[in-house]
Nanobody, 124 residues
């Protein structure tokens, strides 16, 4: 089992940047693919980005491709989401999640463990 804690959210103006962190407990962090998801008010939770166990493979939603970068540091048990060129429509609670399977998945039900979320608000 792994516990996940997100941090780094906040209020930023459109065009700005934020970096989210996801700290994982336990010594098996490198056994999980990691994903970032977000949920805006009144909307369903949606996929943002995912990264393979080694960090060599990544996958992004079309809405963030070219603006967001997912990465991980297995020695620090931490995953990151660098968000650049932020837009008001990026406003949401952002969640990290861990996936025990070997390949990257973009679906919620493939992820076994979830953090509590961190709020990102982008003002226009």
């Amino acid at each position: 089992q792994v516990q996940l804690v997100e941090s780094g959210g906040g209020l930023v103006q459109a065009g700005g940047s934020l970096r989210l962190s996801c700290a994982a407990s336990g010594r098996t962090f490198s056994s999980y693919c990691m994903g970032w998801f977000r949920q805006a008010p009144g909307k369903e939770r949606e996929f943002v980005a995912a990264i393979s166990r080694s960090g060599g493979g990544t996958y992004y939603s079309d809405s963030v491709k070219g603006r967001f970068t997912i990465s991980r540091n297995n020695a620090k048990n931490t995953a990151y989401l660098q968000m650049n060129s932020l837009k008001p429509e990026d406003t949401a609670v952002y969640y990290c999640a861990a996936d025990r399977t070997v390949v990257i998945h973009a679906t919620l039900d493939a992820h076994d463990y979830w953090g509590q979320g961190t709020q990102v608000t982008v003002s226009s």
